[in-house]
């Protein structure tokens, strides 16, 4: 079963503008995480953060958690064309393993 | 270089046979995973393996069978008796369970026909 759900299914920006990507979960977590797939290709991390923790930053990169509301964002400022790609979230609930949504398709045009 | 290789990229096979997937890790990671992927459906778990010698079934395990002999080592064998088996393959390493992130490999495709 998928506890996290990305929304929107898919974006369209362009180069310079802001992305912001959505995840709701059902059930209390230990902690989220966001991953990027680029097309035909395995899954790279991004960002771990913690149910205690609100707001964590990696670069251009800032994630917010909202444990009241089960939701979280993924704002990726000052996208480029490279940022083009599927973001997921994915959860930890303190049982076994982590559960992935169906992702967010990030398309950056020039 | 560190990280999880999985081989073949591509992989045909007629329906009825039986196909092995190879994961092969050097991050010394206790913990090994598959997941399959089919379009708009995000990851969905396999099998998963915490230490050598033990494993337990995902959400969507039949069908597939799994050994973990090595501690760098997590092959996957998909049965005949995997319905519907044309899927990408990912597996990922980690340290433990799912409070760390986990390292992904460059997948395998898989065609049956």
């Known amino acids: 079963s998928q506890q996290g759900e990305e929304d929107p299914q898919a974006l369209s920006i362009q180069e310079g503008e802001n992305a912001t990507m959505n995840c709701s979960y059902k059930?209390?977590?230990?902690?989220l995480q966001w991953y990027r797939q680029n097309s035909g290709r395995g899954l790279v991390h991004l960002i771990l953060?913690?149910?205690?923790?609100r707001e964590k930053h990696s670069g251009r990169l800032r994630v917010t958690l909202d444990t009241s509301k089960k939701s979280s964002s993924l704002l990726i400022t000052a996208s480029r064309a490279a940022d083009t790609a599927s973001y997921f979230c994915a959860t930890y609930s303190g049982y076994s393993t982590l559960t992935f949504g169906k992702g967010t398709m990030l398309l950056v045009s020039p | 270089d560190g990280g999880i290789t999985q081989s073949p990229k591509y992989l045909f096979r007629k329906e009825g046979q039986n196909v092995t997937l190879s994961c092969e890790q050097n991050l010394n990671h206790d913990a090994m995973y598959w997941y399959r992927q089919d379009p708009g459906q995000g990851l969905r778990l396999i099998y998963y393996s915490q230490i050598v010698n033990d494993f337990q079934k995902g959400d969507i395990a039949e069908g597939y069978s799994v050994s973990r002999e090595k501690k760098e080592s997590f092959p996957l064998t998909v049965t005949s008796a995997q319905k519907n088996p044309t899927a990408f393959y990912l597996c990922?390493?980690?340290?433990?369970?799912?409070?760390?992130?986990?390292?992904f490999g460059p997948g395998t495709r898989l065609t049956v026909t």
């Open positions: 990922a390493s980690n340290t433990g369970t799912g409070v760390y992130e986990q390292y």
């Open positions: 059930t209390s977590i230990n902690n």
């Open positions: 953060i913690r149910s205690n923790e």
